[in-house]
């Protein structure tokens, strides 16, 4: 069994910044990529950022240059921080992680997700 547990979501005025984390835990052989998702009302999810267990990353052109994702593999840990936040930016923000299992192939999982909302 697999946990993705988000934290660091909340209300912010524009401009401003947070930072999101997501742990994962339960019986993991081994992490492939990490990313974060988001998804505002009426809106399809979408990606926002990605790492690769290399630590090669990959942005949305709409949070280059204000958003930087990264992670921490000893605490099966994956971060986004977020600078100079818009009110479009408001949403549902979801980590997704690649994981194995021991003695099973690899599969995506899903965190809870948290709300950021961007607002004056």
């Known amino acids: 069994q697999v946990q993705l547990v988000e934290s660091g979501g909340g209300l912010v005025q524009p401009g401003g910044s947070l930072r999101l984390s997501c742990a994962a835990s339960?019986?993991?052989?081994?992490?492939?990529?990490m990313g974060w998702y988001r998804q505002a009302p009426g809106k399809q999810r979408e990606l926002v950022a990605t790492?690769?267990?290399?630590?090669?990353?990959n942005y949305a052109d709409s949070v280059k240059g204000r958003f930087t994702i990264s992670r921490d593999n000893a605490k099966n840990t994956v971060y986004l921080q977020m600078n100079s936040l818009k009110p479009e930016d408001t949403a549902v923000y979801y980590c997704?992680?690649?994981?194995?299992?021991?003695?099973?192939?690899?599969?995506?999982?899903w965190g809870q997700g948290t709300q950021v909302t961007v607002s004056s």
């Open positions: 997704n992680v690649n994981i194995k299992l021991r003695y099973s192939i690899a599969n995506d999982y």
């Open positions: 339960g019986s993991i052989f081994s992490i492939n990529a």
């Open positions: 790492i690769r267990s290399g630590g090669s990353t």
